[in-house]
């Protein structure tokens, strides 16, 4: 696409393409997937229709554009390098990325519709990395190698139950118990036996 | 309802139901909440859009009355009283039940559509405690009642988030592995700090 690196110059298509990818993102999160439809997006961008339809011919499009600038934005809290206050923050974060970011909405969309393809696939990659990768950075840097994978599915997995399905208000002391439960069964980074 | 009553007596009556409502579910664990329209729910069960209207006016009413029969026939494996062996024979019915049963898409259609209101959060609750109800049963016989929630949360969470977003099979092994890193923080039931 030779007119894309030149059209990317002309600020006025990037602060186009800036505003009606950030429109998608906030029908996505608020409404989901079936509310992204061009009519709405350009509506509520305040761009013509024929205009998002030129960019982002089709809704995935207009979904993949908008899930990736989401995880472009999206940011952790910073390392402490205390394991057991940084996993904490790190999975408080992911509880309120879950419900006031809505990345319970955005996580079921991409299950909902994994059968249309690829792009899908990597869009629920992306959130699901993205979403987790807070943890994963705190856990790779204190426990053994192989207790990594199975210590963050069992960490960000309870938390996903609990307030998405359950509808539980995961506190301080839900979140100290799960780190505590999971951490019984982790050694330290660098021991012998990790 | 009065002539709710009456209708279910007639023979006929009760088949177009169970044929509409089975339709209804193929459509939701193959292809997801949209695909279940009132046009093409009709054309799977080979009956007029005006005999499916007559008896679910919403789309939601069809989903509501597929996802209800979708869980009065859910089957779960059955105890044998070995802690580790039902516990792993639960884990792995769920993985299966969320790959080959599609469970997976059926709880994102609920978390996707949770803003459609008290009938979808009802519906979630229902899959998501049929999904766990075995592993459920197996934790409340074995260990102390404060750790069946937690070590429910942390079993049935690690095992969604392998298989729905990493795309990991979780074979044997996977299972074993973290069955025991859960147990290692539960103490055995009706035991003295239970």
């Keep these: 696409?030779?007119?894309?690196?030149?059209?990317?110059?002309?600020p006025r298509v990037v602060r186009t393409r800036r505003d009606v990818v950030?429109?998608?993102?906030?029908?996505?999160?608020?409404?989901?997937?079936?509310?992204?439809?061009?009519a709405a997006v350009a509506?509520?961008?305040?761009?013509?229709?024929?205009?998002?339809?030129?960019?982002?011919?089709?809704?995935l499009d207009l979904v993949e554009a908008a899930v990736e600038l989401i995880?472009?934005?999206?940011?952790?809290p910073?390392?402490?390098?205390d394991l057991r206050a940084d996993l904490r923050a790190a999975l408080a974060d992911f509880a309120d990325d879950l419900t006031h970011g809505h990345l319970d909405r955005l996580l079921a969309g991409v299950v909902e519709h994994a059968n249309e393809g690829d792009v899908v696939a990597r869009l629920r990659t992306r959130l699901y990395e993205t979403g987790t990768a807070g943890m994963r950075a705190v856990l790779a840097a204190h426990v053994a190698r192989r207790d990594v994978e199975?210590?963050?599915?069992?960490?960000?997995?309870s938390v996903l139950v609990l307030v998405t399905f359950?509808?539980?208000?995961v506190d301080a002391a839900v979140l100290d118990d799960l780190v505590e439960r999971v951490l019984a069964s982790t050694t330290p980074a660098g021991s012998a036996d990790g």
Tied chains: 1, 2.
Excluded: F, N
């Design 1 to 10: 696409m030779a007119s894309e690196t030149e059209e990317a110059l002309d």
């Design 22 to 38: 950030r429109a998608t993102g906030e029908l996505l999160v608020e409404d989901g997937w079936d509310a992204v439809t061009h």
């Design 43 to 59: 509506r509520r961008a305040g761009y013509a229709k024929a205009t998002v339809y030129a960019h982002w011919p089709t809704r």
């Design 71 to 76: 995880c472009d934005e999206a940011d952790h």
């Design 78 to 81: 910073a390392a402490t390098g």
């Design 150 to 157: 199975p210590a963050l599915a069992l960490l960000t997995g």
């Design 166 to 169: 359950e509808g539980r208000r």
